[in-house]
């Protein structure tokens, strides 16, 4: 199984770097694209490593945020015939608040809700055995405070988003469980309790993002929920790479207390599970 990071907010040598996530993925065959990044500059970073994204066989959008699904438009002119899944929620009307007091759109372009190519789901999802899309989960703890600025429009006022949109990918092939994450907006303990329910043990690996990133508390998490969440992620015998909405200022503090149990990914990093 391989993994590779096409687009994060850093990126090795000369490779475009954005605040987006784009990950592609080969298992047993198949060729997967784990959402689309900011903008289409993922696909100059998968030409200059390589890799032949019209040949993806599916893609996955973990949530309606621009920096998951921004370059989607690109994607589906460069690939013809690979299928979008993604929760029918996904295209909604998504805003964060700024400490200006103004609202900030940060969605995917709604038409592009009306694509033939995507696949509309309304919960968890099996693609195929050993390919598992879930949003169902129960937990509430390490959620990240940032999520309280990120709203959903519904006529002139705004709510509270509680990210009924996002999805993560488990898979269970090659003799292997693999969590991967978009932003883990309700929170990678959650997240990771819940893939493990859904495969009966620890994961082998985690990727993505963990949403640890917070500018109203100073640029990250308290420390408090960053070493708890350390805490509970080393506690099973699992390799965990984040990136992109973890931040670096968090990572270094995962870190710290993970050790070599973590890494960070980013752009052009190529991970072989």
Do not use: W
Not at 220 to 239: K, M, Q
């Amino acid at each position: 199984m391989k993994i590779q990071v096409l687009m994060e907010n850093t990126a090795e040598g000369a490779l475009c770097r954005e605040h987006g996530l784009s990950l592609f993925l080969e298992v047993e065959g198949r060729k997967l694209l784990f959402d689309t990044g900011k903008s289409g500059r993922f696909l100059e970073n998968a030409d200059r490593m390589g890799v032949d994204v019209s040949a993806a066989d599916l893609v996955v959008l973990s949530h309606g945020h621009y920096d998951h699904g921004g370059g989607l438009p690109e994607f589906l002119n460069r690939n013809q015939t690979a299928k979008v899944y993604v929760q029918e929620t996904a295209f909604g009307s998504y805003y964060a608040s700024r400490s200006d007091g103004t609202y900030e759109y940060i969605g995917i372009l709604p038409e592009l809700g009306e694509s033939s190519r995507l696949v509309r789901l309304s919960g968890d999802f099996e693609i195929e055995k050993g390919l598992r899309l879930f949003r169902s989960m129960t937990g509430e703890r390490f959620t990240s405070g940032s999520n309280q600025v990120l709203l959903i429009k519904e006529g002139s006022g705004y709510r509270r988003d509680f990210f009924e949109h996002e999805q993560n990918l488990l898979i269970e092939k090659e003799g292997k469980k693999v969590l991967v994450s978009g932003c883990a907006h309700r929170g990678i303990v959650n997240i990771l309790d819940r893939a493990m329910e859904l495969a009966g043990g620890p994961m082998d690996v985690v990727i993505g993002g963990f949403h640890l990133s917070n500018p109203g508390e100073g640029g990250t998490e308290p420390a408090e929920t960053v070493n708890g969440i350390a805490d509970y992620l080393r506690s099973f015998p699992t390799r965990y790479y984040t990136c992109h909405c973890t931040g670096l200022p968090a990572f270094q503090m995962l870190k710290d207390r993970m050790g070599a149990q973590i890494s960070y990914a980013l752009a052009g990093n190529l991970l072989e599970i």
